[in-house]
Antibody
Framework: EVQLLESGGGLLQPGGSLRLSCAAS????????MSWVRQTPGKGLEWVST????????YYADSVKGRFTISRDNSKNTLYLQMNSLTADDTAVYYC??????WGQGTLVTLSS | DIQITQSPSSLSASVGDRVTITCRAS??????LAWFQQKPGKAPKSLIY???ILQSGVPSKFSGSGSGTDFTLTISSLQPEDFATYYC?????????FGQGTKLEIK
């Protein structure tokens, strides 16, 4: 059974940093490109970032470029998202996904002063 | 960026009905289109990828078609558990983009 289990979300103040993790199992993680997608009530689903299977290529939405860093550890079957300089606009549920077929259950990130 | 226009934004139907949702891409994306179902408070669930391939475990009442710029999701014989929000997504090129969603409600 495929499982993508996100963790690391929480409540923090604008300007802060957070690292999300996604533990994968049930499929060949090391040969899969992996992504982060976020969802807010007002903006719907928004792609955030993708990393290639080896980690050699990364892609970012303009809204997070320069602030977020995607990475992976294939030895641990784990995907990461380091988020810095967070703003209220980053408040969302963050999903780990193997686009287009598998999604995690999401982790909520809330920015509030 | 590739824009995805999904219609309708909401749809009211009855149990047993057949419904169709469409997505139009602003440029050709071959068959790199996926459909998802989402229920309130839950994660998206993959239904179809590559425009027409049913994700494992998804009932055959769901079907997808299209290529290039125009795509459709058809749900036949609606059951109460099918009432949800449906999204399409193109994964032809970055940034990956989504349709705005179609909320399917019970009439």
């Amino acid at each position: 059974e495929v499982q993508l289990l996100e963790s690391g979300g929480g409540l923090l103040q604008p300007g802060g940093s957070l690292r999300l993790s996604c533990a994968a199992s049930g499929f060949s993680f090391s040969i899969s490109a992996m992504s982060w997608v976020r969802q807010t009530p007002g903006k719907g689903l928004e792609w955030v970032s993708t990393i290639s299977d080896t980690g050699g290529s990364t892609y970012y939405a303009d809204s997070v470029k320069g602030r977020f860093t995607i990475s992976r550890d294939n030895s641990k079957n784990t995907l990461y998202l380091q988020m810095n300089s967070l703003t209220a606009d980053d408040t969302a549920v963050y999903y780990c996904a193997r686009v287009p077929t598998y999604w995690g259950q999401g982790t909520l990130v809330t920015l509030s002063s | 960026d590739i824009q995805i226009t999904q219609s309708p934004s909401s749809l009211s139907a009855s149990v047993g009905d057949r419904v169709t949702i469409t997505c139009r891409a602003s440029q050709r994306i071959s068959n790199y289109l996926a459909w998802f179902q989402q229920k309130p408070g839950k994660a998206p669930k993959s239904l179809i990828y590559a425009a027409s391939i049913l994700q494992s475990g998804v009932p055959s009442k769901f079907s997808g078609s299209g290529s290039g710029t125009d795509f459709t999701l058809t749900i036949s014989s609606l059951q109460p558990e099918d009432f949800a929000t449906y999204y399409c997504q193109q994964y032809d090129s970055y940034p990956l983009t989504f349709g705005q969603g179609t909320k399917l409600e019970i009439k």
